[in-house]
């Protein structure tokens, strides 16, 4: 990601930060920029945890996730196990079978 991304993406708040998640092809995009698949899942984690967070401390707060955030977590989601699926659940090692989506709900 580049220095610019990642200064628009502070300025434009987090509603676009998941919209961005929910645009055709994102993740195979972002897939190309990592050497490794071991790098990508480290990726996937560190996004899922992000946004996560995000969803919680809106949850936290006793207001409703907007449906476009879980939307943009399921897809983080649904990339995790298509790549638990190619590469081995090795990659992720945590898993406690519930999915952070269903959590937020």
Known sequence: MSILEIIK????GPNASFE????????????????????????????????????????????????????GIRKIEAEIERVKIESGPNLFPVDNGSKMSETLR
């Open 9 to 12: 993406d502070i300025f434009a």
């Open 20 to 71: 961005k998640l929910l645009m055709p092809d994102y993740f195979s995009n972002k897939r190309q920029e990592f050497d490794s698949i071991q790098e990508y899942a480290k990726w996937l984690r560190g996004i899922l945890t992000q946004f996560g967070s995000m969803a919680f401390i809106k949850k936290n707060q006793g207001l409703q996730v907007p449906e476009k955030w879980l939307d």
